[in-house]
């Protein structure tokens, strides 16, 4: 089976990956279906909220297990916002770890994020496995979850020459970038003295970041958090202005509250029963998704 870099360093122009967030057996189970439907990678992503929940070491196992059955399934250890919990994760062999230092000055960011590489070199030396590293540049308003009011500031957004800086000095291997997504679903986002229902995404940026990148001979790939909330044909335009991995965490908790809500009305305390449907839908969309992403090119 490739691993997660062999599967990035495969994939055509304009194709990316599904990542999609978990805290559940049944939400990672809709995955596992999924991918076996499909044959099309994914990763999963546990934050330090949901691993805190499920258990680093059991969310890990969980996706060893598909990728015994030759299931392109990768786990992230997503938004670390410390250096210590990232090098944790680190150590739990996730095959990638987001060092979110977002909430640090930039300054404070580069080093940090440097810290988790170096760290994670003398693992990956130690050991022979390889784990990405991706890095956060820019700022990302909100939180994965439904309403209220989210203020997109000029400030945050990501320019070409801070992605650069970022990943000279650091070396990640993926980096996330702010273009007018958000965390969650907002009922209102204030941009530039506007109040939008749905965010604008700024997909001339991504693609001067992109570009910016590449002529300074820099294949990291491009990341896109919080998807939910975006059109089918704002991913599709994202991924051709240069974004590899979309993140969609907010829609999907949204599917997994609706439905289990649906299908404990059902006539059974069977838990299987009842969580089966859950699995379902959770698995509908994820592949509806795989396969947007993944064949468009
Ligand atoms: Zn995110």
Redesign the pocket.
Known sequence: MKTLKETLVSLKEHQAILHYNIATYEQYKAAVVAVSETGLPMLI?V?EGERGYVGMTMAGQWVQEAQKKNLPIFINA??CKSDTTAMEAVDALYDEV?M?GTEFTEDENILRTKKVIEYRNHIQQKIGREILIEGEIGY?AGS?DLGGSIEIKAEYLTTPEQAIRFVQETGVDLL?ISVGNV?GVPQTILQGGNALKSPQIDFDRIKTIHSSLRQNNFNTWLVL??GSGLTDDDFVHAIKCGIQII?L?TEFRNIWKNSLKKNLEKDTVNPYKILNGVVEDLKNRIIHYQQLFYTLQ
């Open positions: 992503g934050s997503d938004h987001l979110d990302l994965s996330a965390h958090h919080g993140h965490n």
